[in-house]
Nanobody, 125 residues
Framework: QVQLLESGGGLVQAGESLRLTCAAS????????MAWFRQAPGKEREFVAG????????AYGDSVKGRFTMTEDNAKNQVYLQMNNLKPEDTAIYYC??????????????????WGQGTQVTVSS
């Protein structure tokens, strides 16, 4: 059972930056992929970014391309989400996730089996 723990959320103003961290209980290089999703009140859980542990390729949701960057540190068993130029519409609970198996970077929440408890990101205008 993989355990994931997010941190780094908070309250910022539009245009500012935040970096989220997800710490895994297992070696990240042994996982097929890891991803960040977010969920705003009344909305579906949305794919934000993902990274393949086989080659390091990344994928991003259309709404965050060019502003968010996902990276990994296998030595620390952590992945990160650098969020720049934040907008009020980025306000949501951000979740870290990992699948039991994947080819590439899955983009739907149904393909992920392990989830963290989430961290709140609030962007004021």
């Amino acid at each position: 059972q993989v355990q994931l723990l997010e941190s780094g959320g908070g309250l910022v103003q539009a245009g500012e930056s935040l970096r989220l961290t997800c710490a895994a209980s297992e070696r990240t290089f042994s996982l097929y992929a890891m991803a960040w999703f977010r969920q705003a009140p009344g909305k579906e859980r949305e794919f934000v970014a993902g990274i393949s542990m086989n080659g390091g390729s990344t994928a991003y949701g259309d709404s965050v391309k060019g502003r968010f960057t996902m990276t990994e540190d296998n030595a620390k068993n952590q992945v990160y989400l650098q969020m720049n130029n934040l907008k009020p519409e980025d306000t949501a609970i951000y979740y870290c996730a990992a699948p039991t198996y994947a080819i590439g970077v899955p983009r739907t929440r149904f393909e992920y089996d392990y989830w963290g408890q989430g961290t709140q990101v609030t962007v004021s205008s």
